[in-house]
């Protein structure tokens, strides 16, 4: 517990830090720095913003998370999953909006973190998390074909049924110089990794197409062309105008932000802690990616969170420690910093072709197609999750998913809830039916004895009731066997206010039997304990039997 809100850096350096992890850590940094660059630009292009605020993210939020995070290898920075929403604001709030949207996600993840909810977001179902990064996916597949076709198309709509629209009307004017490069970085992206793994396969691709482009003066857009020179200094710190107006309208797209940042920053870390055999610390990490998303704006940068490319690359390339992570933000300053007029060469469609290989693999289309033989209940939250992604709106499809999962959740929670008579089959126990031996106690008349099963909580609530109305005869003693009763709720404990009241009036004595911690602790503190009495508590029904014949005796 006291470890909940150490950095992973302190941890590290308390244990020990020696020559050769950092060395291992060095190497590391300078690799992942250079496979942030194309992807952090590229980010940022199709976010709708200007190319340097990609690497000024990577840099500030990779930079704070590496030092505050509760990951020993994690790597921060802007990710494909934010494009759909930061491209959403940017066209509807501007930039202002923008930042105040990334300002207020960091603040929610603070107090996540705070409140201690890193675990709580195990719980988000795994169909929900492959709908919307699948329906991501197809969203950046989607925003690149303008580019990699060269299409010259001066608004490109918002929405994903308008952006086909606009692309089938614009397919008769393909330029084939983007397709000529575009087709070209696609296939050594592809080829690449077949002929070594230890050079990243976007550096190769930036530098080869570059190169061409220049040599034989391809005509295609290039990051110049289209954005202007790329700054090779840190702006310098800036707030927002802040408006109530502003606040209130990015407040959804803010907490999705939130939920975004902090659902693939944990994703990060759970792969990040399987590859180095570690453990993370969740509501650190949310921390971390809070105290980031704060100063990340502040900076000129955009939304970020935990990438699960680069956290791979960073272990497979031996870093050990926070520190890699470290090295990676250096090296992307000293890029910027030195080669930022080299950067601003890159072709447009080559920054298209790393999208749309990211765009590949971010799709978990094999997780998609295993997930569709799942349960019913599974398949729609799927679907719906992936459909409202695509076609509607992030916020709408992670909101709708999280609604449907807690109510297929109930639903089945209500199925297994089960209220049973079993005076029968007790009566048959004590006469001896089902044992060799006969039990000294009997079966006392007019006792009705029922057993509840799972949760009694509000969905179940109903076929509870139902249950007990089966009773023809009004008895002088119901017993309620909750041996296998595991929680209650609100709803649960009103039913069995409801039923004491009603028993009550009838002159029913109504007892209870073999009560958990967490039923009996909702009892007392709801004075539903004091109304039947604590003489009407029993550990099991063999000892309210037994009491019954003693209280029948006097009465």
């Known amino acids: 517990m006291k470890k909940t809100f150490v950095p992973k850096l302190w941890t590290v350096f308390k244990e020990g830090y020696t020559k050769e992890k950092f060395f291992a850590d060095l190497s590391a940094g300078v690799i992942v720095g250079i496979v942030a660059l194309p992807l952090a630009i590229a980010f940022a292009i199709a976010s709708g913003v200007k190319p340097e605020q990609g690497l000024y993210t990577s840099i500030i939020a990779g930079l704070i998370v590496s030092l505050l995070g509760g990951s020993r290898v994690q790597i921060a920075g802007p ?32 107090l996540m973190g705070v409140a201690r909810l890193g675990t709580l977001l195990k719980f988000i179902p795994y169909p929900l998390i492959v709908g919307f990064t ?43 110089n983007a397709m000529f490069v575009g087709g070209l970085s696609l296939f050594i992206l592809l080829l690449w990794p077949k002929i070594s793994h230890k050079i990243p396969a976007p550096l190769v691709v930036i530098i080869f197409v570059t190169v061409i482009v220049q040599i034989f003066d391809i005509k295609v857009d290039t990051i110049q062309s289209r954005f202007g020179a790329v700054p090779n200094t840190l702006p310098a710190p800036q707030l927002p105008h802040i408006t109530w107006e502003k606040i209130t309208g990015v407040f959804s797209p803010a907490i999705t932000i939130a939920l975004l940042g902090a659902i693939e920053s944990l994703l990060s870390a759970v792969v990040a802690d399987g590859m180095i055999r570690s453990r993370h610390r969740s509501n650190m990490e949310l921390v971390a990616q809070g105290v ?18 680069r956290t791979a690359t960073n272990v497979k390339n031996g870093a050990k420690t926070p520190v890699a992570g470290i090295v990676h933000a250096v090296v992307l300053l000293l890029i910027m910093l030195f080669f930022g007029k080299w950067a601003a060469l890159i072709p447009i469609p080559t920054l298209s072709a790393i999208l749309l290989i990211v765009s590949y693999n971010m799709s978990e289309w094999r997780s998609f197609k295993k997930l569709l033989k799942s349960p019913k209940s599974d398949i729609i939250i799927l679907l719906v999750t992936f459909v409202l992604t695509v076609i509607v709106d992030l916020t709408v499809a992670i909101e709708v998913g999280v609604v449907l999962s807690a109510l297929f959740f109930m639903r089945r929670m209500a ?28 079966m006392p008349e007019g006792v009705e004895i029922f057993e509840v099963f799972g949760s009694l909580f509000f969905g179940a609530v109903e076929q509870f009731t ?90």
């Open 79 to 110: 990710t494909g999953a934010f494009i759909v929403i930061i491209y959403g604001i940017v066209q509807k709030y501007g930039m202002d909006g923008l930042m105040i949207a990334t300002f207020m996600a960091g603040v929610i993840l603070i």
């Open 134 to 176: 699948s329906g991501v996916a197809v969203i950046i597949f989607t925003s690149q074909i303008k580019d990699i076709f060269g299409l010259q198309i001066a608004e490109l709509p918002a929405d994903f049924v308008s952006k086909w629209i606009v692309y089938f009307q614009n397919f008769s004017a393909v330029n084939y």
């Open 292 to 309: 980031a998303n704060i100063f990340s704006p502040i900076f000129g940068g955009i939304p970020a969170t935990g990438a699960i490319a």
């Open 415 to 442: 199925e297994v809830s089960q209220v049973n008579a079993i005076t029968k089959d007790i009566k048959d126990e004590l006469d001896g039916k089902y044992e060799n031996e006969q039990s000294d106690i009997k």
């Open 466 to 555: 139902e249950s007990l109305r089966s009773v023809e005869k009004k008895p002088k003693y119901l017993i309620l066997e909750l041996q296998h009763l595991l929680s209650i709720d609100a709803t649960g404990l009103r039913a069995l206010e409801d039923l004491e009241s009603k028993l009550r009036k009838q002159k029913t004595k109504f007892i209870l039997s073999g009560l958990h911690k967490q039923p009996l602790f909702a009892m007392v503190q709801s004075g539903l304990i004091d109304k039947i009495g604590e003489d009407y508590l029993f550990g099991s029904i063999p000892e309210a039997l037994s009491f019954i014949e003693t209280d029948k005796t006097k009465n």
